[in-house]
Each structure stands twice: as structure tokens, then as C-alpha cells.
């Protein structure tokens, strides 16, 4: 499963981003996928995640602001990022759980917060 990652940028506190993450290879063995992030300084962390199924999860703190989607005929989770604080500035990375446990990461995607 190869994973690649875009819609990362410059945006200013209180804007929005979409980020975009698409799969290739054997997607069928794809159960869950999300975003995850990583600011300077801390370890990775959970941002949402979506099933097969189309179950979400989201951390605490993007409840309300962040929606993650997916588009199952173009392999593509998406995840929609509205209200942006500076706090929010980190390197968001996309991973696909597969259904056997194995997890595959993509190439980060820098998010910049900033005015």
C-alpha cells in the first residue's frame, strides 16, 4: 500500500485546509485509515480516522473543527480542517491500517498556522 499525502500549506489563523490522502497498490487490504500529526518537539498523534465502514474517530480537540471523509471509488480519505488555530501547526501524515494489523504511513504534509 503506498500512501501520498497533499493539501498541506500556509494559512492564516481561522482558515481552512483540505488535506488529501490517496492509496494505491492493494487497497482491499485497507481497514482503517487517518491523520495524524506531528508539531516540534512532540511525538505523533492521532488527528481522525475512518474505517471501511465509513466510522470516524476524531481527538478531542478537532471535535467540531476537522471532518474527515471518504471516497472510496478514488481511494481517497480527505480530511477537512475549518477554524484553524496556531496550535494546529504540525507535519499531518496519513496512515492505512490494514486488515492483518500492518500499518503503512505516507510522507508528511507541512501545516503552518501563522499570520
Not at 20 to 36: Q, T
Not at 87 to 98: G, L
Amino acid at each position: 500500500v503506498q500512501l501520498q499525502a497533499s493539501g498541506g500549506g500556509l494559512v492564516q489563523p481561522g482558515g481552512s485546509l483540505r488535506l488529501s490522502c490517496a492509496a494505491s497498490g492493494d487497497i482491499f487490504i485497507i481497514n482503517l485509515m487517518g491523520w495524524y500529526r506531528q508539531a516540534p518537539g512532540n511525538g505523533r498523534e492521532l488527528v481522525a480516522a475512518i474505517t471501511s465502514g465509513g466510522s470516524t474517530n476524531y481527538a478531542d480537540s478537532e471535535k467540531g473543527r476537522f471532518t474527515i471523509s471518504r471516497e472510496n471509488a478514488k481511494n481517497t480519505v480527505y480530511l477537512q480542517m475549518n477554524s484553524l488555530k496556531p496550535e494546529d501547526t504540525a507535519v499531518y501524515y496519513c496512515k492505512a491500517d490494514r486488515f492483518d494489523g500492518v500499518a503503512d504511513w505516507g510522507e508528511g504534509t507541512q501545516v503552518t498556522v501563522s499570520s
